[in-house]
């Protein structure tokens, strides 16, 4: 089942209009009803904004089944698992490396960001990057900081941020997301 299906399905459970869930999470009526009919993919401070409206977690929309410990994502598999945001012209490519640990308290992700420069983002939690691939340029609240490949970065995720690719090519990283519950 897709995220916009699973959503839908957590909202009707709680008998939630799409209305009442996009108040609730302070979202855009319009923005929720694309996520439901498949047209976008949420950016991850979305998707979390809808995870504490619906008083699931982050990982709940992501999950199919349920796999023992431990999980294991191959290279070759990855690609399966492939999740787009943004425009056709800069997507967000997100590889979710946790998807069937249904007991998870952190969503791992691979994840390959084009040159342009998406919105910033706010959310509940901490973030942890480290740069596989390429240079990333992090704005994270007032500051601007230049990643390259082996740098990372830890942060709260309530300062806004965003990250692009400097330079023609896209770039690589392994984000780690937390939220509390």
Same mark, same amino acid.
């Given at each position: 089942?897709?995220?916009?299906?699973?959503?839908?399905?957590?909202?009707?459970?709680?008998?939630?209009? =799409?209305?009442?869930?996009?108040?609730?999470?302070?979202?855009?009526?319009?923005?929720?009803?694309?996520?439901?009919?498949?047209?976008?993919?949420?950016?991850?401070?979305?998707?979390?904004?809808?995870?504490?409206?619906?008083?699931?977690?982050?990982?709940?929309?992501?999950?199919?089944?349920?796999?023992?410990?431990?999980?294991? =994502?191959?290279?070759?598999?990855?690609?399966?698992?492939?999740?787009?945001?943004?425009?056709?012209? /800069?997507?967000?490519?997100?590889?979710?490396?946790?998807?069937?640990?249904?007991?998870?308290?952190?969503?791992?992700?691979?994840?390959?960001?084009?040159? /342009?420069?998406?919105?910033?983002?706010?959310?509940?939690?901490?973030?942890?990057?480290? =740069?596989?691939?390429?240079?990333?340029?992090?704005?994270?609240?007032?500051?601007?900081?230049?990643?390259?490949?082996?740098?990372?970065?830890?942060? /709260?995720?309530?300062?806004?941020?965003?990250?692009?690719?400097?330079?023609?090519?896209?770039?690589?990283?392994?984000?780690?997301?937390?939220?509390?519950?």
């Amino acid at each position: 089942m897709s995220v916009g299906k699973r959503i839908e399905s957590f909202r009707q459970r709680k008998e939630m209009s =799409v209305d009442e869930l996009a108040k609730v999470a302070g979202v855009k009526t319009q923005v929720l009803e694309a996520i439901e009919r498949e047209d976008v993919f949420p950016a991850i401070g979305v998707l979390i904004k809808l995870a504490r409206a619906l008083g699931q977690r982050l990982g709940s929309f992501m999950d199919d089944q349920f796999k023992e410990d431990p999980l294991v =994502v191959l290279k070759a598999e990855r690609d399966r698992r492939r999740q787009s945001i943004g425009s056709n012209a /800069n997507p967000y490519d997100y590889y979710s490396l946790g998807q069937g640990k249904p007991d998870r308290h952190m969503e791992p992700f691979y994840v390959i960001i084009g040159p /342009n420069e998406m919105p910033l983002s706010s959310h509940e939690g901490e973030e942890f990057i480290y =740069v596989i691939k390429g240079r990333l340029e992090l704005r994270c609240g007032n500051k601007v900081q230049v990643l390259e490949e082996g740098d990372s970065v830890y942060y /709260n995720s309530l300062l806004p941020h965003v990250l692009k690719s400097i330079g023609p090519d896209s770039a690589e990283i392994v984000a780690t997301v937390f939220t509390p519950f």
